[in-house]
Structures are given as structure tokens and as C-alpha cells.
């Protein structure tokens, strides 16, 4: 699976017109590199969706919690994206980026008196209220400012999408959001409406991650009108926005088939014209979240092959000096991906091997069963499609510090976070 900006030039692997083994030469490994082309045309193809199938009554908000680094924050900022944020550092990174505040949905089913504090002190845009503490804490906080805090609510549509159990969130035996079934939606807007220095806006939902029907998102967008239409009814109050969550699917591998980004506007677009007319409701503003899809395939990780270990008629393995620290998905969820010999990007994959990483766990492997071309100590391994969830999702287990990342445009490249040493390891340590 080699894709548009990824290349093969003599022999190895480049990404944005970049050479991948002088990459990991001038940066060293591991090295999680992104294309920054690739990411700008994803967001100009949702935005573009937006326009082309909504009238441009919407706006797309990038999911930073897929990677979230000022870069990013700056780049979805210029291609005139809002931004989903989940927790305070995340908020802070948007805001030490200059993100606009107003085009912030600040997330998460358990925000801290202190994150609620610093998003009314920096003016987020929406707040996504998860539960009625939060609704409280909130509408108590803005009143001893005296801001008005703007809300959409997370809902749980009763979704099923077929994705890993993990990363299922839109049916009734989640953490997050509240209830159709049980009336506890439309009581939690009951109660904002006459809540004060609380501005009700609208719902939410997000129903997985890594979906690639378009019917699960139609559906919830059919629920999610018809409960408009219930709150209209029984409160008179307008529902304005309707934000629909991300989770559109990528490919990490040959199995997995993304549906077109502009698919998704356009399917949902009918459902929800439909739905106001047989409602006679006015169309509300839409909002997106992809995240996985903005980013994930711009970016890939690049490691040095250590020590070979081919245990007879069982399998081979194939260390890197990388692993689960750097990107905790295999361990997670079995996460597939594919794998290049980047300096024998042209040759054939001849190998099937386990790729280890170096951590003091038997379960740190990046994949098994892998095709690879034959790998030998010292050559470059890329692992693609590792943007999403994978430097955000990083951590120092057995103290290992966080790899750079570099961003490329047009065959430049340039650091955007540099490599953390043994020292920013220790630096809170008393
Ligand atoms: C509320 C919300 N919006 C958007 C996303 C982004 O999902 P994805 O990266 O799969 O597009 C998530 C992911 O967990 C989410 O919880």
C-alpha cells in the first residue's frame, strides 16, 4: 500500500518528496514523520463537502486528540477548521497556538472545575456538557464570571457501528453522553433551558471510531433530527447546531476500503433535509469532527532494525527501537498495520516476521504476521499511516523519551517537536 505522497525513488521509500532514509539519518529514530500537503488536502476535502452538499451551513472541527501539537493546531487553522478539544492540555495547546477560541468545542465526560475555569477564562466557542454535574458546575462557574457559557450536549443515539468495542461510544452502555431510551436527554435540556448563564445550542453525538459504513452516521443523524423535533415539541426551544462527531475510517492496511470523505456530508445532508422538511424544523448548522482521517495517513514512523532473533519453524522477530511507547495500538487493539523496508522500498516482500518493540513487555509488538522485504540490522523500517493516535497516544514507559516529529512540504523538511532527551525525562523528578 504505497499512496500519492508516499514514493519509491531509487529504491526507497520518500513521503512528500522527501527521502525517507536521509529522514532518519539527519533526525535520527525514531522519527515520526508527516506530509504536510496530505493533511491540508484532507481538511480542504471536508471542508469542500461542507460547501458542495450543505451550503457551507457547517464547519468541519478537527478531533485534536488524534495529534495534538501546536503544528497541527496552526495548519487546520489555516485551512479555516474549527477545532474538538478533550481535556486542558489539549485546550492549552490550541490556545499557546493562537487557535481562534470561538471555533473551540471544548469535550470530555468529566471536565475538572479547573479545565471548565480555563476554557471560560480563554472563551471557548461550545462546551459539549456530558452529564448533569457538569451542567451544574458550569452554569455556577460562568455565573461568578459573568460569561454565558454556550452548550451542545452529548447524546447517545443507540448506535450500532461496527468497530472494536473500545472504540464504540454512541450506545447506551457508554461512559459518555446521556440517554435517549431513558428520557434523561431531553430532562438534562429541560433543566438548561432555565439554567442560568447557559445557552443551549444544540446536540451531539459521536458514535465510534474507524467507520467505514456510511449508514451508521446516517442513521444517528435520523435519530439525532427526530429528538430535535421531540425537544421543539416539548420545550418550543430551537436546536440550531447539530454536531455529529467524527470517525470516518482509513486505511492502515489492503483489507480496509475508506468510504470517499465527501460521502459522508452527502449522505447525512440528505437525511437532515429530509428530516426538516418532514418536521418542518429550520436546518441546523452542521459540525464534523474527523480526526483519524485528517492526519492519520499523512503520517509515518520511522525506526532503525537492532538485533534479528529467527526462532525455527516459530517465527522471526524483527526488534526496532521503537515500540508501544511510541505507539500503544497493537497492544491496544491489535491494530494492523503495514510495514516497508525503507532503503529496499522497491524490493519484494519476502518475509513474513513479528516486529518487536523494545520494551520490557512480551506484548510490545508493532505487528505480526508481517509482510516484509528481508530486513537486516542498521536499515530503516517505516510503519505507515501512523499519524492518529499514536505520538498523542505516546508515553515513557521504561522511560524512553518521546521521538521528534518533522513535518515535510514539498521535499523540505522541518522539526515541529523536537526529540525530547534524558534530561526533559527526569525534569520533574525531585
Ligand atoms: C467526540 C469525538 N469527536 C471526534 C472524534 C474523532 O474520531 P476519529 O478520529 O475516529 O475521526 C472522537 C474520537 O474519539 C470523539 O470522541
Known amino acids: 500500500m504505497i499512496s500519492g505522497h508516499l514514493g519509491i525513488k531509487e529504491n526507497t521509500l520518500t513521503i512528500g518528496g522527501a527521502d525517507t532514509v536521509e529522514l532518519a539519518k539527519e533526525y535520527g529514530t525514531p522519527l515520526y514523520v508527516f506530509d504536510e500537503n496530505k493533511i491540508r488536502e484532507c481538511c480542504r476535502a471536508y471542508v469542500n463537502s461542507v460547501e458542495k452538499y450543505y451550503g457551507g451551513n457547517g464547519r468541519i472541527h478537527y478531533a485534536s486528540k488524534a495529534m495534538c501539537i501546536k503544528e497541527m493546531c496552526r495548519i487546520v487553522a489555516e485551512e479555516n477548521l474549527g477545532i474538538d478539544v478533550v481535556s486542558g492540555g489539549e485546550l492549552y495547546t490550541a490556545y499557546a497556538a493562537g487557535f481562534p477560541m470561538d471555533k473551540v468545542c471544548f469535550h470530555g465526560n468529566n471536565k475538572t472545575p479547573d479545565e471548565i475555569a480555563m476554557a471560560l477564562e480563554f472563551g471557548v466557542g461550545r462546551f459539549v456538557v456530558d452529564n448533569e454535574y457538569e ?57 438548561a433551558l432555565k439554567t442560568d448563564n447557559i445557552n443551549y445550542c444544540g446536540i451531539h453525538c459521536h458514535i465510534a471510531s474507524q467507520v467505514f459504513e456510511v449508514k451508521p452516521f446516517c442513521e444517528a443523524a435520523e435519530v439525532m433530527m427526530d429528538f430535535i423535533k421531540v425537544i421543539k415539541d416539548e420545550t418550543g426551544a430551537d436546536t440550531k447546531e447539530l454536531n455529529l462527531g467524527g470517525g470516518f475510517g482509513v486505511a492502515y492496511g489492503d483489507a480496509d476500503t475508506p468510504v470517499a ?82 532503503n529496499k522500498a522497491a524490493e519484494p516482500k519476502s518475509e513474513v516476521v513479528t516486529i518487536a518493540g523494545k520494551c520490557c513487555e512480551s506484548g510490545d509488538l508493532l505487528g505480526e504476521g508481517v509482510k516484509l522485504q528481508k530486513a537486516q540490522i542498521g536499515d530503516t523500517l517505516a510503519v505507515l499511516t501512523t499519524g492518529a493516535y499514536n505520538y498523542s497516544m505516546a508515553s515513557h514507559y ?33
Open 135 to 191: 451542567l451544574e458546575t458550569l452554569s455556577r462557574m460562568a455565573r461568578e464570571k459573568g460569561v454565558t457559557a454556550h452548550v451542545l450536549f452529548r447524546i447517545k443515539p443507540g448506535i450500532d457501528a461496527h468497530t472494536h468495542d473500545f472504540v464504540k461510544t454512541g450506545q447506551i452502555d457508554s461512559k459518555f453522553g446521556v440517554a435517549l431510551e431513558t428520557g434523561e436527554a431531553l430532562d438534562i435540556i429541560k433543566k
Open 261 to 342: 470523505y465527501d460521502k459522508y456530508m452527502e449522505a447525512v445532508s440528505d437525511v437532515i433535509h429530509k428530516k426538516c422538511e418532514e418536521h418542518n424544523i429550520a436546518l441546523p448548522f452542521i459540525l464534523m469532527e474527523p480526526g483519524r482521517s485528517i492526519v492519520a495517513a499523512a503520517g509515518i514512523t520511522l525506526y532503525t532494525v537492532g538485533g534479528i532473533k529467527e526462532i525455527p519453524d516459530i517465527r522471526t522477530y524483527v526488534s526496532i527501537d521503537g515500540g508501544m511507547a511510541d505507539n500503544p495500538r497493537y497492544i491496544l487493539y491489535q491494530s494492523e498495520y503495514t510495514f516497508c523496508v525503507a
Open 398 to 430: 521504561n522511560r524512553i523519551p518521546n521521538p521528534a516529529v518533522v513535518m515535510v512540504r514539498d521535499g523540505k523538511s522541518r522539526v515541529v517537536v523536537k526529540r525530547e532527551t534524558f534530561e526533559d525525562v527526569i525534569k520533574n523528578d525531585i
